[in-house]
């Protein structure tokens, strides 16, 4: 895995029965279930990603503990 994250957007296209995605840096041209499973585990994981990443500012410094029970 990559240290740091791609952040550029990536240019997602269809021609001739295949998906290509192109950014810096790659290039990819997938057939339509790879594109298929592959756009629904990108949306898995980022909807994952952006949960831990709420929990981790949810424990700055700053961040209110929820009230004992």
Request: charged letters at 25%; proline letters at 6%; glycine letters at 10%.
């Amino acid at each position: 895995m990559a240290d740091e994250p791609l952040t550029d957007p990536l240019i997602v296209s269809a021609s001739e029965g295949k998906v290509h995605l192109e950014g810096r840096g790659i290039a990819v041209t997938l057939g339509v279930e790879c594109a298929a499973n592959l756009s629904d585990d990108l949306l898995a994981a980022s909807s994952l990603a952006r949960l831990q990443q709420h929990r981790e500012i949810g424990r700055g410094p700053k961040a209110r503990l929820p009230a004992a029970g």
